[in-house]
């Protein structure tokens, strides 16, 4: 969802996408996954009320993971702003600390600091638009957070239906308890999907590659939504590669009146 990335997807995936949509939400959200027993937990603010349709956002997340000999957690919080260019053009910035230590092989590797995104969305027709976004931009050195240049497509030229394809390339990717010597890695992912929503509920179901851990997979979700929030319940089941895995994920969101 880079080209329409509203609500808590902004600050997640293009801050510039949260100018995209006048809104105020809280969200929290959790997601397990089978494959290296990952848990993550994420709670955000997003507000794009102001009277110019800039937008900004508050997030904090949290990462376990136990993958095979070692055991990883990290943290991560930040902030973003987004820019509204007209009706046209949007710029955004994510700024975020990390926090990220990962142990095997009888050693230990901890990274602290800060790292920024920046995103663009344009939407040159009302039902259409693209997006560039580049991530860890300073380059941090660790899988939780490698840089990375992604894109994507937004289309909705029917009333309620959303239709998307992105694409994301990483590089840097490195364990750092292999040797000095062992060269950084690059993943490339691309994904789509659709979104329908309706008054009171929306469906969305998707699929992709994942180039990291080299899995095709689809995914699907539900939400029941209703002028003061919503609830999601999602689902991806790899079905190629070697190490198959499911992740399952529930999010509350809640709007905030604004008048």
């Given amino acids: ?33 089978s494959r290296d027993s990952t848990h993550d937990l994420r709670v ?15 997030f ?12 990883q957690s990290g943290q991560l919080g930040g902030g973003s702003v987004s820019f509204p260019l007209g009706d046209v053009v949007f710029l955004g910035g994510t700024a975020k600390y990390m926090d990220f230590s990962t142990a095997g092989n009888g050693c230990t590797f901890t990274k602290k600091g800060f790292t920024f995104d920046a995103g663009v969305t344009v939407r040159p027709m009302q039902y259409l638009a693209l997006a560039v976004v580049g991530y860890n931009l300073t380059n941090p050195g ?20 959303l239709l998307l394809f992105d694409s994301v390339l990483e590089w840097g990717h490195k364990d750092p308890t292999a040797p000095q010597s062992a060269p950084p890695g690059k993943a490339y992912y691309v994904m789509g999907g659709g979104e329908y929503l309706g008054k009171s509920m929306a ?19 539900v939400s029941a939504v209703s002028t003061v929030g919503a609830l999601d319940v999602s689902m991806r089941q ?22």
């Fill in 44 to 58: 955000s603010v997003v507000d794009s009320t102001s009277g110019l349709n800039m937008g900004g956002a508050l």
């Fill in 203 to 221: 469906a969305r179901l998707g699929g992709g590659w994942d180039g990291l851990n080299k899995n095709g997979y689809l995914s699907g979700g």
């Fill in 1 to 33: 969802m880079r080209a329409a990335a509203t609500g808590d997807v902004g600050p997640m995936l293009n801050p510039s996408g949260i100018s995209l949509m006048r809104s105020y939400s809280a969200e929290s959200a959790y997601a397990y996954g």
């Fill in 238 to 259: 790899d079905i190629s590669g070697e190490r198959k895995g499911t992740f399952v994920g529930v999010a509350a969101r809640l709007f905030v009146p604004t008048n």
């Fill in 142 to 161: 660790i899988s939780f957070a490698p840089p990375a240049l992604g894109g994507g497509v937004s289309l909705s030229a029917i009333p309620g239906l």
């Fill in 60 to 71: 904090y997340t949290y990462h376990k993971a136990s993958p095979a000999g070692s055991s």
